[in-house]
């Protein structure tokens, strides 16, 4: 069993499923490493008074104002990283120091490339297993989903759609990063429009992306009308529709056509693969935990998360560079 700590008691850190009393629901660091059998949550770290006093309450563990007063109570195996990413650099580089067996961040892994480089490479000098937070690569159904694309059940994928909202920084990214996992590097990226700013911070650009040879089409929604987190991929041999950011994935493979002889159409009900959003940071800690015993290679490190920052880096530029013309 390894010992756990919670840097950051907000949202993702405690937040999302604060009144759930079993779990049902696990959408945060630390409900994984409290309802999680390898696991043990012994701290929360947060400047916040009321915070940390919801921390002790629910959890009945101590909490600290800052990483240093914790590592004068105790040294825990596993840290995770649950704050604003522009802080993320500087947390990291103290929580190093103090040799951690894992640390496990919260997306995107830095602000910049610059920092997010010098996060992994100071992870790899100490060999501190690094985890960066892009659940989707860790979910039953997206893994199931990865095995059929591969073995080519919806024949060969070439083209898609994406809704988005909330964006590119937000959401955006997390499907950028599923459709890297899926099929493989960005090998080109066009800017079909810069579109508003979530906020007035986060871009909502629509895009036109090609994954290794599947071509995407990348539409920003609005946020504020309702939330958009919904993919459909199309195949020689059948489709994908990957719904409400994951809950619902339903592939559809040919058949005759009924009404017109010598058409081919999809099929009406089409099979659903079984998911597992709901306790997506379960099964992050399974990965980590067998990462930790018997050094499997995890499905989103330092690595793959520099490479997703990049084609963001990238797109924010563009951005930037159409908002000014």
């Known amino acids: 069993m390894f010992s756990a700590a919670v840097v950051g008691l907000g949202n993702i850190g405690m937040g999302y499923d604060y009144d759930e009393t079993d779990a049902s629901q696990v959408l945060t660091h630390a409900a994984g490493f409290h309802h999680h059998p390898q696991y043990d949550l012994v701290a929360g770290i947060d400047p916040d008074f ?11 563990k101590p909490s600290f104002i800052s990483v240093g007063d914790l590592y004068k109570e105790m040294s825990p195996d596993v840290i995770s990283l649950g704050i604003p990413t522009s802080l993320h650099f500087a947390v990291y ?39 960066v937070n892009y659940m989707r690569r860790f979910e039953p159904g997206v893994i199931e989903l990865k095995k059929r694309i591969s073995n080519k059940e919806l024949g060969d994928i070439f083209k898609g759609t994406l809704w988005y909202s909330k964006g590119i920084l937000n959401n955006g990214s997390h499907f950028i990063d599923l459709l890297i996992f899926l099929f493989g590097s960005v090998k080109s990226l066009v800017l079909l429009g810069p579109g508003r700013k979530h906020l007035k911070s986060d871009p909502e650009p629509d895009l036109k992306l090609i994954f290794g040879d599947v071509e995407i089409y990348m539409l920003a929604g609005r946020e504020e009308c309702f939330s958009l987190k919904e993919m459909e991929l199309m195949g020689t041999l059948g489709s994908i529709y990957y719904s409400r950011g994951g809950e619902e994935i339903v592939l559809k493979i040919i058949a005759p056509n009924e009404l017109f002889p010598g058409y081919m159409v999809l099929e009406k009900e089409g099979m659903h693969i079984t998911t597992d959003l709901q306790r997506y940071q379960l099964h992050v ?41």
């Open 50 to 60: 009321h915070s940390r006093k919801k921390f002790e309450k629910k959890f009945g």
């Open 285 to 325: 800690l399974d990965a980590l935990y067998q990462t930790l015993t018997t050094g499997a290679s995890l499905n989103s490190d330092g690595s793959t998360a520099l490479e997703t920052l990049a084609v963001v880096e990238n797109v924010l530029a563009l951005v930037k560079e159409a908002s000014n013309v």
């Open 93 to 131: 580089q103290e929580l190093i120091q103090h040799s951690p067996r894992a640390i496990l961040c919260e997306k995107p892994i830095a602000p910049t490339m610059e920092q997010g480089k010098k996060m992994h490479e100071m992870a790899q000098a100490a060999h501190c297993v690094l985890l």
